[in-house]
């Protein structure tokens, strides 16, 4: 089972600044099969990039992911008031698939 | 538009059963695997069954194993997960959630959430 570490737990940033966050995986991921999920309280999770730096549809691309092998980043650029949220990395290809435990991106 | 409306959730008592149901519209079913997805404050998300589009293939996490059931009824677009023996661990909210495609794939769509609460 692959583990995954997201850094930091909290980023507490102003609207416009640029955010990134990290997902450390225990083992490479094949196929960079790495997906990023936006969740805000109350509601799903939704998906915001797939196959570490695919945006999803609708996904605004100030949204960016890179990294392959263990390491992976999320960018967020010009953050806006809607994107201060939870966000997950996810393994997937192989089951189980794992979760990181989160970053929340909070408001400064 | 998908939508995956989830149903069934509630408050049991340790070793009570709950069934869980998704009605899923807006895609072919036959054409997407299917998952649970359970949710903790403590444990975060955690994958629990997938299900083959055809229904074929059945996938359990090894903390369900031998306790969950998951099936779905391609007449009416619905996916189920058969929860026994439940343990105050099992508390949680509870995604559906839709693969990408037939395979063990990234999930598109989820549903809203079905709360299940184990307490006596």
């Known amino acids: 089972e692959i583990v995954l570490t997201q850094s930091p737990g909290n980023l507490l940033l102003s609207p416009g600044e640029r955010a990134t966050l990290s997902c450390r995986a225990s083992q490479s991921v094949t196929n960079r099969y790495l997906a990023w999920y936006q969740q805000k309280p109350g509601q799903a999770p939704r998906l915001i990039m797939y196959g570490a730096s695919s945006r999803a549809p609708g996904i605004p691309d100030r949204f960016s992911g890179s990294g392959s092998g263990t390491d992976f980043t999320l960018t967020i650029n010009r953050l806006e008031p809607e994107d201060f949220a939870m966000y997950y990395c996810q393994h997937y290809g192989s089951l189980p698939q794992t979760y990181g435990q989160g970053t929340k991106v909070e408001i400064k | 538009e998908v939508q995956l409306l989830e149903s069934g959730g509630g408050l049991v008592q340790p070793g009570g059963s709950l069934r869980l149901s998704c009605a899923a519209s807006g895609f072919t079913f036959s054409s997407s695997a299917m998952s649970w997805v359970r949710q903790t404050p403590g444990k975060g998300l955690e994958w629990v069954s997938a299900?083959?589009?055809?229904?074929?293939?059945?996938y359990y996490a090894d903390s369900v194993k031998g306790r969950f059931t998951i099936s779905r009824d391609p007449s009416n677009n619905t996916l189920s997960l058969q929860m026994s023996s439940l343990r105050a661990e099992d508390t949680a909210v509870y995604y559906c959630a839709k693969h990408r495609d037939y395979s063990n794939t990234y999930f598109d769509h989820w549903g809203q959430g079905a709360l299940v609460a184990v307490s006596s």
């Open positions: 299900m083959s589009g055809r229904g074929d293939a059945t």
